[in-house]
């Protein structure tokens, strides 16, 4: 019966899947991490950490709480009714934020502040909250050998509109005054957050075929290391995907590194984002393929690859004096890591993962993986005590590690495991 209502509703799921994913991925460019985010924030205080901690704060709430929603909702024949209460908490506190933008403008830049971390938490984690039903509803309604072309068309759509957002972004910047630009370009990521969840929440989910007794979140996360240890594909994809995630200890600071050792003007974000936006298109087309036709361990290996090139582009851009549209491409690989990570990541997890213990599967790893993203934190604690050449050294290492850990995964061709 589940199969059947699947296939019944499979364009309807499939299209209103890819609705939310490409109106997801224009709003995450509008309040990108690694540009428009620390510019914001730069704005407000000068301390590195707080702008590395407020660039990370949506992927620690994806990742975090995971865990805990897998222990919740592990029984539950549907997740659809919970995704859909996480919404309204979702898109709610996002548009407070907004509003608060508007009311108190320039006059308090400390509530600004405040206002930020409070309302972007409870929307950062409620997203998370949402993940593992995401991830299980996307794993019961889209069979495996399409999903690296519904990832993929989310991402190409999404993006390719994300590239235009950054001449959209440049022009605000440039034609309000702070923090007024800033307020327009979030009221527009709202409104599309808005609509993004609805689109989701419409979806046609079947109950789930392997229900489990419902246990204790002790029986659960104990069975979670037991996964962990048994299985050495599960064990491997984590390993892998923490260290790409390392990546992100440099994300926030590459567009300050562009401001005050660089001289590059602000309205440059926004070429840096359609930069971002290009890399995250483009490499998405090689992601879904090789998704579809390969495998998923050779869309890691590559996604790897892709986080070690932004800290070799910026010491030669630096060191070498290279012409500034040369840093530009920082971006573009940046974007494309961003892509591998989520199409090889996801999909190569849904792969492996039997139906009856996935959202375990899903919320172990994101749990696991989730802390790497304090790292941009914790980057920008490095360059307070230390310096920009440290920190992408540093990144540049991990990186290399990264490369070697991902030719440890075990590949699995799509044409041997479709559900």
């Known amino acids: 019966m589940q199969h059947e209502l699947a296939k019944r509703y499979f364009k309807r799921n499939f299209f209103l899947g890819v609705m939310n994913g490409v109106l997801f991925n224009l709003a995450f460019a509008l309040t990108s991490p690694s540009t428009v985010l620390p510019l914001f924030m730069s704005k407000l205080t000068a301390s590195r950490v707080l702008i590395g901690l407020a660039s990370t704060l949506e992927s620690v709430g994806w990742f975090l709480p995971q865990i805990l929603m897998a222990v919740a909702t592990l029984h539950q024949p549907k997740q659809m009714p919970f995704y859909r209460k996480t919404a309204l908490l979702r898109g709610t506190s996002f548009a407070l934020f907004t509003l608060c933008i508007f009311i108190f403008r320039g006059k308090n830049p400390l509530f600004l502040l405040l206002s930020f971390f409070v309302f972007f938490t409870i929307y950062a984690l409620s997203g998370g909250l949402a993940g593992v039903a995401f991830t299980h509803i996307v794993g019961k309604t889209i069979p495996q050998h399409k999903r690296g072309s519904f990832f993929g068309i989310r991402i190409f759509f999404g993006g390719s509109l994300a590239v235009l957002g950054g001449i959209v972004v440049r022009r605000l910047l440039n034609q309000y005054q702070y923090p007024i630009n800033f307020g327009v370009i979030f009221l527009f990521a709202c409104v599309l957050i808005i609509i993004a969840l609805l689109s989701f929440s419409l979806i046609k989910e079947p109950k789930t075929s392997a229900q489990l007794e419902k246990r204790s979140p002790k029986d659960n996360f104990l069975k979670g290391i037991r996964i962990f240890k048994e299985d050495k594909r599960f ?13 992100m200890m440099g994300l926030p600071f590459y567009v300050i590194f562009a401001r005050e050792v660089l001289n590059i003007h602000q309205g440059a974000v926004g070429i840096f984002l359609s930069f971002e936006m290009a890399g995250y298109v483009l490499s998405n087309l090689l992601w879904g393929y090789l998704s579809n036709r390969v495998s998923n361990s050779l869309v890691l290996f590559l996604t790897a690859l892709c986080a070690s090139f932004p800290p070799i582009l910026l010491f030669s851009s630096w060191k070498l004096h290279l012409p500034q549209e040369f840093f530009f ?24 993962s039997p139906e009856k213990d996935r959202p375990i599967y899903i919320g172990f790893m994101n749990s696991l993986v989730g802390p790497t993203i304090f790292l941009s934190a914790v980057g920008g604690l490095v360059i307070q005590l230390t310096s920009f050449t440290v920190l992408y050294l540093v990144v540049f290492a991990v990186g290399i590690l990264a490369v070697i850990q991902s030719l440890k995964l075990i590949p699995i061709g799509p044409q041997n495991n479709r559900d």
């Open 235 to 247: 064990k491997q994809l984590i390993i892998s995907r923490v260290l790409i995630g390392t990546y």
């Open 329 to 352: 491409f920082i971006f573009f690989f940046l974007g494309a890591t961003n892509s591998g990570s989520i199409i090889g990541g996801t999909n190569y997890l849904l792969e492996i």
